[in-house]
T-cell receptor, first 114, second 114 residues
Framework: DQQVKQNSPSLSVQEGRISILNCDYT??????FLWYKKYPAEGPTFLIS?????DKNEDGRFTVFLNKSAKHLSLHIVPSQPGDSAVYFC?????????????FGEGTQLTVNP | GAGVSQSPSNKVTEKGKDVELRCDPI?????LYWYRQSLGQGLEFLIY????????KSGLPSDRFSAERTGGSVSTLTIQRTQQEDSAVYLC????????????FGSGTRLTVV
């Protein structure tokens, strides 16, 4: 079963506009959420995270929002830049029950057009 | 080294042969993880090491898969009698401690079983 889902395989936005990437989860035990960015032929790199005790975390152009009641999180990138073009994975952890394992979504390919 | 190093970067093997994939984590990182990404899928957890022991190996798909870590450093993932469904990118990651903060991933080994 897919406990973390990213329903949009791809997203295309214009440079300078906002990019919104979405992620849904089903496991109510998840208490920590992360976003990773991946360029071709490279490993994923950690971008931003949020604990379930918060509903928002901001780091520069990147903001992650968590809606626990809807089991939904989103990553906002504003303003979007061409260098942001990459695959974005959301990931979740249930630290009480599954230790250090992360469960990943399928990824969303973001393309930022100049 | 400065990052997580994986070798080989690409491996083509014949069905039924054994393969060994190597991961050299960041020096001082006690936690080491193996994931794999099949085509069009998210990252799938395989195994987690804390030091030289593996508290969680529940993600290994079959008994053809095994992994070890020696000296709290280098890890080897071995796949015996490879099958075509083993074709994937195998990613190794390390973290300072198993706290589910951002991992540092290697660039992966692309395994193709023909």
């Amino acid at each position: 079963d897919q406990q973390v889902k990213q329903n949009s395989p791809s997203l295309s936005v214009q440079e300078g506009r906002i990019s919104i990437l979405n992620c849904d989860y089903t496991n109510s035990m998840f208490d920590y959420f992360l976003w990773y960015k991946k360029y071709p032929a490279e490993g994923p790199t950690f971008l931003i995270s949020i604990s379930s005790i918060k509903d928002k975390n901001e780091d520069g152009r990147f903001t992650v929002f968590l809606n626990k009641s809807a089991k939904h999180l989103s990553l906002h990138i504003v303003p979007s830049q061409p260098g942001d073009s990459a695959v974005y994975f959301c990931a979740a952890s249930a630290r009480e029950t599954s230790g250090s394992r992360l469960t990943f979504g399928e990824g969303t390919q973001l393309t930022v057009n100049p | 080294g400065a990052g997580v190093s994986q070798s080989p970067s690409n491996k083509v093997t014949e069905k039924g042969k054994d393969v060994e994939l190597r991961c050299d984590p960041i020096s001082g990182h006690t936690a080491l993880y193996w994931y794999r990404q099949s085509l069009g899928q998210g990252l799938e957890f395989l195994i987690y090491f804390q030091g030289n022991s593996a508290p969680d190996k529940s993600g290994l798909p079959s008994d053809r898969f095994s992994a070890e870590r020696t000296g709290g450093s280098v890890s080897t993932l071995t796949i015996q009698r490879t099958q075509q469904e083993d074709s994937a990118v195998y990613l190794c990651a390390s973290s300072l401690r198993p706290a589910n903060y951002g991992y540092t991933f290697g660039s992966g080994t692309r395994l193709t079983v023909v």
